[in-house]
């Protein structure tokens, strides 16, 4: 593809970042980059931090993290409060979500205003010392290059965590993208025992793949839920093949530079073990659902 095309590409809804009928919300949210950040934190708190805001996450409150369509979660918002995204709802009334729905939403509001954008997956090294915690950005072109943003950043939490630069301009050395960890860990330069989540046996080299696989999808437009499992990602006791290994090194290598990253499609569409199913497994759910309902 030449530039013009990528960019194209990542300016149009994918089928998971298409804001369908809330995408005149979308539109009377501010065109500059802090203010669809700010918009998009003013209506969602991560379903894991409630407790930084004051509050205990009431448990049926938590169904939206399973939410997979930016449409059905704008829905949800503005069912709950019909105002306008730009006016923040207090934290307790905000739609709980993860990581992801914050960069999936700030992508959607993006692309809404004609900035191309795109949702990646990798890890965060600014949560817990000494640690690649799984985590979910946005990028964006700014007219000369593509800049990491972290919608979930508000200025509380920047605070709490001790976030010492931009989030609307995150260094790459902070937040790694699933490549770039897999070629540190193939390299000896990073623990793959430190990646993942904190919680026992929620790391590995397993969990690098499959955030690889992940970001995969997502820069051909299909931002899955960061628990979906499909295709080739490898389950934490399974053997990373010499076969599974060279895939994921050459995945790694397009998709580590952000100029060569939507290049990432061409694999995607030609194989089917990375190709998104019209069903995935819910891990947290333990169960098949299907990606795009049919209304």
């Known amino acids: 593809m030449s530039a013009d095309e990528v960019l194209a590409y990542y300016t149009q809804p994918g089928p998971l970042s298409d804001a ?28 894991d931090l409630a407790g930084v805001y004051g509050f205990d996450m009431p448990e049926d ?6 939410f ?39 992508v959607a509001a993006m692309r809404a205003h004609g900035i191309p954008a795109r949702a990646r997956c990798g890890f965060g090294n600014y949560f817990d010392a000494g640690w690649h915690i799984d985590h979910w950005v946005a990028e964006y072109w700014d007219g000369e290059r593509w800049i990491l943003a972290d919608a979930q950043m508000d200025p509380l939490l920047t605070k709490v965590i001790g976030f010492d630069f931009d989030p609307a301009d995150v260094p790459r050395d902070r937040f790694v993208v699933g490549g770039q960890a897999w070629i540190a860990y193939r390299d ?28 995969v999808a997502s820069l051909s437009n299909m931002e899955l839920l960061p628990w979906d499992v499909w295709g080739v990602m490898p389950e934490p006791d399974d053997e990373i093949t010499k076969d599974l290994t060279a895939l994921f090194d050459e995945l790694a290598a397009v998709t580590v530079d952000p100029a060569t990253a939507a290049d990432a499609r061409s694999h995607y569409e ?17 169960r098949l659902e299907t990606v795009i309902p049919v209304d």
Not at 61 to 66: D, F, G, Q, V, Y
Not at 198 to 205: D, H, N, R, V, Y
Request: glycine share 8%; hydrophobic share 40%.
């Open 68 to 106: 997979r369509s930016t449409g059905p979660i704008l829905g949800r918002v503005l069912d709950e409060d019909p105002r306008p995204l730009t006016e923040a709802r207090t934290p307790e009334r905000r739609i709980a979500c993860t990581c992801r729905t914050f960069s999936l939403v700030a």
């Open 188 to 215: 000896g330069r990073l623990d793959a025992d430190k990646c993942g989540l904190t919680i026992p046996g929620e790391q590995g080299a397993w969990w690098i793949a499959s955030n690889l696989v992940r970001d």
């Open 20 to 47: 369908g009928a809330h995408r005149d919300a979308l539109l009377a949210v501010p065109s500059d980059i802090p203010g669809i950040l700010a918009a998009v934190q003013g209506v969602l708190v991560h379903q």
């Open 61 to 66: 409150r938590r169904e939206t993290a399973h």
């Open 270 to 286: 030609a194989d089917d073990r990375l190709r998104v199913p019209a069903q995935v497994r819910n891990h947290v759910r333990s």
